[in-house]
């Protein structure tokens, strides 16, 4: 039987829309209410058998990336930081709609959460002139 095609994924290489973003957070809510039939033991083992096949992934994926000539590997560097910046505007749209079982997080603990954060960064460097390139040069 054929593969059912189904409207979710977009695709980076030709541009991606706040709709088609906000259609994918919608099979996003789907896809975590399906998660949250599994009990938090099985969600604790699933991470676990994940997560090694995640850095272990990034590690080769870098190393692929490193191995390659300057042009070649800035342009997989960019591409992937579209598609990660593109799955983190996925997943930002997703929580600013999200309306689960769970009560919203109150703005005192958000609060609480950014104060965290923001003290444990450093202080502010002085500005660095424009680049196109998210990361360092290496």
Not at 10 to 38: C, K, N, T
Not at 70 to 98: G, I, N, P, T, V
Not at 106 to 129: F, G, L, V
Request: net charge negative.
């Amino acid at each position: 039987m054929p593969r059912r095609k189904l409207s979710r994924r977009f695709e980076p290489r030709y541009g991606v829309s706040e709709f088609m973003v906000q259609q994918e957070a919608v099979w996003l809510a789907r896809e975590l209410d399906d998660h949250l039939i599994a009990s938090t033991q099985e969600l604790h083992d699933r991470l676990k058998m994940l997560h090694p096949r995640l850095i272990a992934s990034d590690a080769n994926v870098q190393m692929h990336i490193e191995s390659l000539p300057e042009r070649e590997s800035l342009a997989l560097r960019c591409m992937l930081a579209r598609d990660l910046f593109h799955l983190f505007a996925l997943y930002e749209k997703f929580f600013k709609e999200y309306d689960g079982v769970r009560e919203p997080i109150p703005m005192s603990a958000q609060q609480q959460a950014t104060d965290r954060i923001h003290a444990a960064e450093p202080a502010p460097a002085a500005p660095r002139a424009f680049q196109e390139w998210l990361f360092e040069n290496q």
